[in-house]
C-alpha cells in the first residue's frame, strides 16, 4: 500500500443522474493516481452491477457502502422529506464511515483521507466533513446555468422576483449577471415556485444554496466553452471552480472501447440490449430517440398524446418507459388498439435502454428530452440534435434552444405540436440543429483532449488536492 496516495472520499445523492456523473469522476481520479472511496448506501450497493469489474479495471477505486440509517421499506423517494431525513438519519452514519476509514489507515490498510467529495444536493458530508476538519469540494451535477440560478435565490428574494403570486411564468428576470436573456419565472428552482419564503422547502433549498461557499471548491461537469456566458459569473462567486466535462465523453476517452461496460456499472437498471438489433434495421438518421430520464413524471394522458404525435410524425421511433413513470398494464389499456398498431408498426417500447449506445447509433437522428444535464451532455457529445420537454430543469432547454441553437423546446403536449416539433428537428431544420451542434461537440472534445479546458482543470483538481495531502 503506497501511504502517500491522496485518499478522497466521494459520495453521490443517492439517484442514477447523480451517480453515474461522479462515478466517472472517481474513475478519472483513480485513474490520476489518487486512492478513491466512493461511498454509497447498502440500499443503492446492492442495485450496482457487477462492481468487481469495474475495481479491477481501476485498483485505484473501492467501493465503501454504509446505512442511510433508514428502514428497508422506505420509498427513497427524491422529495423534501427524503431530504430531511437522509440529513438527520443518515448524517451520523456518514460520519461514522468516515472515522472507520481513519482506523483503517491507523491499521496501514489505506491511506488516511484527505478529502471528501459531496454531491451538492447533500449538506450533511459538509458538516461532518467541517466537524472532523477535512477539506471538501462540492460537486455540481446540473448545468452551471442551473447552479448560477439556484445560488441567486437570495438574491432573487431581496429583489423581490420570489415569491410571486400570479402565474406568469415566461416573465423574464433581469439583474442576474450571466443569466441575462434566459432566466424567466418557469426556470427557477422548484423551491421558488412556493408561495411562501417560510416554507420548509424553499429554507431547505436556501440553506444548500448559502452552504455551498463554505466548500473549498466546486467541481461541474460542463465545459468552458458550453457555457461561455454563465460559467464565468459562477467563477466569481466561488473560491474555486473546476468545469470538468462532459465527464462521460473525458472518462471514454481515456478508457477507449471499454466505455460501454463501465457505463452499465454505472447504472441502477438493466438496460434492454434488443433495442440495439432494432436500431440496426433503421436507416441512417431516421429514429427520434424518447426517453424522459428516472425522475420525470407523466400522466398518462401525455403519453398517449406523445404516442399520437410520435406515429403522426412519420418517423421510427425508440420509446423509453421506465415503469416507475406508468404502469406496464396502463400503457396498452390507455391506448387504442389503432394507435398500438401504429406504435408496434413504427416504434420500439423498451424500460430502460443504454442511452450512449442509443446516442451513438448510426440510425438516431433527434433525442426528445426531459433536459436533465446528464442526457444534454450526452446528447451533445453524440451529436444528435434535441427536442427539450423538461421536467425540472427549464433552464436547460432555454440554453440548448435559445443559446446553443441545437434542438427546440417543445411547447405544450398536444399531439400537433409534438408532431410539428419533430417534423421540425428531423426535417426542414435539421441541417441547421446539426451543423451547430456539430460545432459545439467538437469544442466538447477539444476540451477534453491535450491541453483542453476540461483536461487542464482535472489536472489542477489533482495538483490541489496533492497539495492538501502534503500538509497534512
Known amino acids: 500500500m503506497e501511504h502517500q496516495q491522496p485518499h478522497v472520499v466521494v459520495h453521490p445523492l443517492p439517484v442514477q443522474g447523480h451517480i453515474k456523473p461522479l462515478l466517472c469522476l472517481a474513475q478519472l481520479l483513480s485513474e490520476a493516481g489518487l486512492y478513491v472511496s466512493f461511498v454509497i448506501t447498502h440500499h443503492t450497493h446492492k442495485r450496482l452491477e457487477n462492481l468487481s469489474a469495474l475495481t479491477a479495471q481501476f485498483p485505484n477505486l473501492h467501493f465503501e457502502p454504509f446505512s442511510d440509517g433508514l428502514p428497508d421499506d422506505h420509498p427513497r423517494c427524491l422529495n ?11 448524517k451520523p452514519f456518514f460520519k461514522d464511515l468516515l472515522l472507520s476509514l481513519d482506523t483503517k489507515s491507523e491499521k496501514g490498510l489505506s491511506p488516511p483521507v484527505t478529502c471528501v ?5 447533500l449538506s450533511y458530508p459538509l458538516e461532518v466533513a467541517e466537524e472532523l476538519r477535512i477539506p471538501l469540494f462540492t460537486f455540481i451535477a446540473h448545468s452551471a ?42 426556470n427557477l428552482p422548484p423551491a421558488c415556485m412556493m408561495k411562501e419564503v417560510t416554507s420548509p422547502l424553499f429554507k431547505q433549498c436556501l440553506d444548500e444554496s448559502l452552504a455551498m461557499n463554505r466548500a473549498s471548491g466546486l467541481i461541474i461537469n460542463t465545459f468552458d466553452d458550453l457555457e461561455v456566458q454563465c460559467l464565468p459569473h459562477v467563477a466569481n462567486k466561488f473560491c474555486k471552480v473546476y468545469s470538468i466535462g462532459p465527464l462521460h465523453a473525458f472518462l471514454n476517452s481515456k478508457i ?22 432494432w436500431l440496426d434495421s433503421q436507416t441512417l438518421k431516421s429514429v ?47 391506448m387504442p ?72 423546446e417543445l411547447e405544450g403536449c398536444d399531439r400537433q405540436a409534438i408532431e410539428s416539433t419533430i417534423r421540425a428537428l428531423m426535417d426542414d431544420r435539421k441541417e441547421e440543429f446539426q451543423n451547430s451542434i456539430d460545432k459545439i461537440a467538437k469544442c466538447g472534445l477539444d476540451g477534453i ?15 490541489d488536492i496533492k497539495k492538501i495531502k502534503s500538509l497534512e
Not at 162 to 185: C, K, T
Not at 256 to 277: D, F, R, T
Not at 450 to 459: A, I, K
Request: net charge negative.
Open 337 to 408: 388498439e389503432e394507435l398500438q398498431k401504429g406504435v408496434k408498426e413504427n416504434g420500439c417500447i423498451v424500460d430502460w435502454a443504454p442511452q450512449e449506445e442509443v446516442l451513438a447509433h448510426k440510425a438516431v437522428g433527434g433525442f426528445v428530452t426531459h433536459c436533465g444535464w446528464n442526457s444534454t451532455l450526452e446528447s451533445i457529445m453524440a451529436r444528435i440534435p434535441l427536442i427539450c420537454w423538461p421536467c425540472d430543469q427549464n433552464i436547460n432547454a432555454d440554453l440548448v434552444s435559445k443559446v446553443l441553437r441545437i434542438g427546440v
Open 288 to 334: 427520434v430517440y424518447v426517453s424522459f430520464g428516472t425522475l420525470a413524471k407523466r400522466s398518462v394522458s401525455q403519453l398517449l398524446e406523445f404516442s399520437h404525435g410520435l406515429v403522426n410524425s412519420g418517423h421510427p421511433f425508440l420509446w423509453v418507459i421506465h415503469p416507475d413513470v406508468v404502469l406496464d398494464e396502463e400503457r396498452e389499456k390507455a
Open 117 to 121: 467529495i459531496n454531491d451538492g444536493y
Open 256 to 277: 477507449g472501447n471499454q466505455s460501454q461496460l463501465i457505463a452499465s456499472h454505472a447504472s441502477l437498471w438493466k438496460a434492454e440490449q434488443s433495442c440495439i438489433a
Open 80 to 90: 423534501f422529506d427524503f431530504f430531511i431525513d437522509i440529513k438527520t438519519k443518515t
Open 449 to 463: 483532449g491535450h491541453g483542453g479546458s476540461s483536461n487542464q482543470n482535472l489536472e489542477f483538481l489533482v495538483e
Open 145 to 186: 446555468c442551473f447552479l448560477l440560478t439556484y445560488y441567486s435565490i437570495p438574491k432573487l428574494i431581496e429583489e423581490g422576483h420570489v415569491p410571486f403570486s400570479d402565474d406568469n411564468m415566461n416573465l423574464e428576470i433581469n439583474g442576474i449577471a450571466g443569466l441575462e436573456g434566459i432566466l424567466r419565472r418557469k
